[in-house]
């Protein structure tokens, strides 16, 4: 039986439990960084179920007040990537951002990650900087998407 499924608005313990299955991820990280990163700070976060089981979650917030709205994170659980699950919380995402009167939609993701940085060029982001890590697979990617 293949994916049917949904998203919708969640909660952090929610996208903690999908963080915790990602393996690429730090055990912990949302929880120890949540508050401080969006605390009150106008937020969102979207999560992606089948039947009642969580495969996905998006979380962003009004990181620097000059009307972009920043993906702060995004996860999707291995076994279930390349089902439309990220093009679907990035949808919610960006809906969000646009009700509440952002004009561009910021992240930023690692040179090694290739998939998502495909995903980027594919639904419209534009690079627009890279902070360089000794590394080059660590250097991080700007991104953002005009609203």
């Not at 009004?62 to 993906?71: A, P």
């Not at 534009?126 to 609203?147: C, G, M, S, V």
Request: aromatic share 12%; hydrophobic share 35%; charged share 30%.
């Amino acid at each position: 039986m293949g994916l049917e499924f949904i998203v919708r608005e969640g909660s952090l313990d929610e996208a903690n439990m999908v963080h915790y299955r990602i393996q690429e991820f730090d055990e912990g990280y949302l929880e120890e960084n949540f508050e401080k990163r969006c605390g009150s700070k106008t937020h969102f976060i979207a999560i992606a179920e089948d039947r009642g089981i969580m495969l996905g979650y998006a979380i962003g917030y009004d990181r620097e007040s000059d009307g972009s709205f920043y993906l702060w994170m995004a996860g999707v659980v291995p076994t279930c990537r390349r089902n439309g699950i990220l093009t679907a919380l990035m949808k919610a995402y960006e809906e969000f951002a646009r009700k509440n009167g952002f004009k561009k939609l910021e992240l930023k993701t690692r040179n090694s990650k290739r998939e998502m940085l495909h995903w980027l060029v594919k639904n419209g982001f534009n690079f627009t900087a890279a902070n360089y890590r000794e590394d080059i697979k660590d250097t991080e990617i700007l991104a953002e998407k005009q609203l």
